[in-house]
């Protein structure tokens, strides 16, 4: 076994990639990337001990979250920038050791996360020793992974809020202790089930946390219509979910001659007001990520990547040397726009020069799509979405939040919803909407059949959302409302958002197209028990089922 990994929908064979990953990463890659979360435990230990005696390390707290980031499916494939920051992880871990002596901290039983390591020329042969199988109840490894995931996807939801200028001490704190509470050998089923429904709880935490800086910052999303067109004028694809990273390339574009466009989870940019506002922001590129390979080859310009969702390009791909990266993102051989000091904005320079070299993107496909149903866009509708309920001219609503993928199976969800009846809404929140947003499903006394919130960065949304019909119409229960969840995932952002809605007391979420390889028999059993969670079969028994 090259490596193991099993933390993303992809997992081969249902049950964990150990030859190479399918997502494109290599076994010295998911080793090393293994051995980053190995120190970010330890480095999560000691400063959870010095929060405790009110000492916390504000350069451990930016650190454990970034070294997160960098190890979600499909953000990082640069070993030598994993590596460094392997490096910078243990020499803050050492410091934060020699705070606690330093204080009379008297610290005994200390886990393997917390021993030091000899530097890069041992780290290849460490990493093999501490990825996920090193738990070997399989149970117990389950519910470790499941926190390990969730915090995983709440840290990129801080990070975005970070970089907004917005943090929160609490967060900091919980994902820290837990990340201490999974080192420890002696921990309960008991214990980590009580631990997993609190990452959901505080889940909901970040992921309001994110809302705020994303709408003080740049206004609450308004109704939109998105270009799928092209411009004369040479251009940047921005990719990924960052959107202090487009607001501060859109200033530095302004006047060059350069036009900026959105690719997959950046389409949501269009709906700022305070974004949408500068007119080169030409429109949106291409579907979801993993379509990229296609899409980039008729762009022409240069692509940023500001977080997850690359796919490592081909040795002959014509683009391959016009990636460029920031953030938690990292390709070998592509180059790094570095982070902001000093309260300066990222210097995206070197890719403006670039692209002002390039000829304009190749049109793919013509027309718009209409997003910016957030929370308060919808709202603001309530009256008349409310009316539409009580007069049946809307049935049902679906939640159709969550992840694109590769798999054939994926068409599932396409078929899905060119299936439901007509007098049905589809809520969306994330890349998962690519295989329906650009359907002609029509609308409902005006309001469109497919509402899309945002990134699945948004999907705080429609928790908002669900909320407020439950106040409307005065519901006990929120599992009363006509509102059915059918949510496909694919890397850890998705499983911080199912932990937040399972602590927001919603039950009987299907979940596709397959269930996480991550969940033994007997943690499924409890998820299928104690929270209804289920997964998908045909769209004909689905749509029978759900529409009841």
């Keep these: 076994m090259e490596m193991f990994c099993y933390q993303c929908q992809e997992a081969a064979k249902g049950t964990g990639c150990t030859l190479a990953g399918t997502c494109g990463k290599k076994p010295a890659t998911a080793n090393l990337q293994d051995l980053l979360l190995f120190v970010t435990r330890g480095i999560s230990f000691f400063n959870d001990q010095l929060r405790s005696r009110s000492k916390a390390n504000a350069d451990a707290d930016k650190f454990v979250f970034d070294a997160l980031f960098i190890t979600i499916t499909n953000a990082n494939f640069d070993d030598a920038a994993i590596t460094a920051k392997i490096t910078k992880g243990l020499l803050l871990r050492e410091k934060l050791h020699d705070e606690l002596r330093g204080i009379g901290a008297t610290l005994t039983d200390l886990s393997d996360e917390c021993t030091w390591i000899e530097p890069e020329t041992a780290y290849a042969e460490k990493a093999k020793t501490v990825g996920v199988l090193r738990t070997a109840n399989e149970d117990v490894r389950s519910l470790k992974e499941l926190v390990h995931y969730g915090i995983k996807g709440m840290a990129a939801y801080v990070e975005h809020a970070y970089n907004l200028g917005k943090q929160d001490d609490q967060l900091f704190s919980f994902m820290q202790k837990a990340l201490a509470e999974i080192t420890r050998n002696d921990i309960s089923i008991d214990e980590l089930i009580a631990l997993t429904l609190k990452t959901g709880e505080m889940g909901v935490k970040a992921m309001a946390q994110l809302d705020a800086a994303n709408t003080s910052s740049f206004g609450n999303p308004e109704i939109s219509l998105v270009n799928l067109g092209v411009g004369t004028n040479p251009g940047i694809l921005i990719s990924g979910h960052d959107l202090k990273d487009i607001e501060e390339l859109l200033i530095q574009t302004d006047g060059t001659g350069v036009d900026v466009y959105t690719h997959s989870e950046m389409l949501p940019a269009h709906y700022y007001p305070n974004l949408k506002k500068h007119k080169h922001l030409k429109g949106n590129y291409g579907g979801a990520w993993w379509g990229q390979k296609k899409d980039f080859e008729t762009f022409n310009g ?35 726009i570095a982070e902001r000091t000093d309260g300066k904005p990222k210097d995206f320079s070197i890719i403006i020069e670039h692209a002002k070299k390039c000829a304009a993107p190749i049109q793919i496909e013509t027309g718009t799509i209409t997003g910016g149903f957030a929370h308060a ?36 969800y396409e078929d899905f919803a060119l299936a439901l009846p007509k007098d049905t809404v589809i809520l969306t929140a994330g890349c998962a909407k690519y295989r329906y947003n650009k359907l002609p499903l029509g609308d409902i006394d005006g309001i469109p059949r497919v509402l899309d919130a945002g990134q699945c960065n948004d999907s705080y949304s429609l928790a908002v959302i669900a909320l407020k019909l439950k106040e409307v119409f005065g519901l006990d229960d929120i599992n009363d409302l006509p509102i059915v969840y059918n949510i496909a995932w694919y890397e850890q952002k998705a ?3 199912l932990l937040a809605l399972l602590s927001l007391g919603i039950k009987n ?27 998908i079969s045909t769209v004909e028994e689905d749509i029978k089922m759900m529409t009841v």
């Excluded at 309530?382 to 993928?405: E, L, N, P, R, S």
Aim: proline share 6%; glycine share 8%.
């Design 377 to 412: 866009q919808v709202l603001a509708l309530a009256d008349k979405v409310v009316d539409a309920v009580k007069t049946g001219k809307i049935k049902k609503f679906f939640v159709m939040a969550g992840c694109d993928g590769r798999m054939a199976s994926r068409n599932y």
């Design 509 to 535: 979420i299907h979940l596709g197209p397959t269930l996480p390889a991550f969940l033994s028999p007997n943690i499924t059993k409890v998820l299928v028990e104690n929270f209804g969670i289920a997964g």
């Design 495 to 497: 499983v911080i958002v």
């Design 302 to 336: 240069p692509i940023l990547f500001t977080t997850n969702c690359i796919v490592p390009p081909s040795e002959s791909a014509s683009y391959k040397n016009k990636i460029y990266t920031t953030g938690a993102a990292g390709l070998t051989g592509a180059i790094h």
